[in-house]
């Protein structure tokens, strides 16, 4: 348990690289219950008594693998299954908590990292040299290459259909890492640093390496100009309205939306040419009862 909580403090320090905003979610099985990230809670705010909610693993799956499971049913099973607290708070579970509870690995952890995209767009163009790259520097068969794919219960199913990796990279939103050992993580920055290089985004690499990622990002983005918003995060679709907002200065900044924005930069300067989600997700991603549950908690 404890470890959890250093963990969501680890990759919650890491912003705007790995997390943004009120992005990523992490989780520890104990047995029949899984401990994960709430909803509308940043990582870096998660300790032993705030941002955790507690879900019955068995009731969840119940809800999961009915055959004729869909986006309401899955967001009332998160509900149906959550556990009240010690205090008796109920906290609403991640709206991931789908592939947190499919994948059997003690420790699951999710993150928007800007790396990550960046190796999508590098597969993309060359997935055998990327694949030999990975290979070649310790991360091989235990990687599945997800194309874009909405966020919640689809990307749930198909994690759940390529659950033997312990590593999948998800094309237009991030990083999901499944261990018994949370060290991968360590690893697992040391690569990105890496990657970066190796792939010409040397800016990017430092940045991995960084102890302060916000304050050297916010430097490198100083001279971006960027006149719309490209659509890289699922978050960016579901927060476009109040970031447009922000950006026309109707609507006063917050850090969710700074964060968002600054990972938005930096993308743009490492990578002017790098997709944007696909239409289908961008414009349905707001809608989901998931989503609309997790806007109502957050921070804006
Ligand atoms: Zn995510």
Redesign the pocket.
């Known amino acids: 348990m404890n470890r959890l909580i250093e963990l969501c403090q680890i990759v919650g320090k890491r912003v705007p690289i790995w997390t943004q905003g009120l992005?990523?979610?992490i989780s520890y099985k104990d047995g029949s219950i899984l401990w994960v990230k709430a909803s509308g809670y940043r990582l870096d705010a998660v300790s032993s008594n705030i941002g955790l909610a507690q879900v019955n693993i068995d009731r969840f799956k119940d809800w999961f693998f009915r055959q004729e499971v869909n986006e309401e049913s899955y967001s009332q099973g998160i509900e149906q299954s959550t556990l009240p607290l010690k205090n008796g708070d109920f906290l609403r579970p991640s709206m991931?908590t789908g592939f947190h509870v499919v994948l059997k690995s003690t420790y699951v952890i999710?993150?928007?990292s800007v790396i990550a995209l960046l190796m999508a767009h590098e597969y993309r163009l060359n997935c055998s040299r990327v694949s030999d790259w990975f290979a070649e520097n310790g991360f091989g068969s235990q990687v599945e290459w997800l194309d874009s794919i909405r966020?919640g219960l689809l990307l749930a199913k198909e994690i759940h259909r390529r659950s033997n990796a312990s590593v999948w990279i998800?094309r237009n939103?991030?990083i999901l890492l499944a261990t018994e050992n949370p060290d991968l993580l360590e690893r697992w920055q040391n690569f990105e640093a890496q990657f970066a290089f190796s792939f010409g985004y040397a800016e990017m690499a430092e940045l991995c390496m960084s102890h302060q990622p916000l304050i050297l990002a916010k430097s490198l983005v100083k001279d971006v100009k960027l006149e719309t918003v490209k659509l890289y995060f699922?978050?960016t679709a579901v927060f476009l309205l109040e970031l447009s907002e922000a950006l026309d200065g109707k609507r006063p900044w917050t850090e969710n939306l700074r964060e968002i924005w600054l990972a938005t930069l930096l993308l743009y300067k490492s990578c002017p040419e790098l997709e944007e989600l696909p239409l289908s997700i961008t414009s349905s991603v707001r809608g989901l009862p998931t989503e609309k549950y997790r806007l109502k908690s957050g921070d804006l």
Request: hydrophobic share 15%.
């Open positions: 992005g990523g979610n991931e999710h993150f928007h966020p998800l939103h991030g699922p978050d």
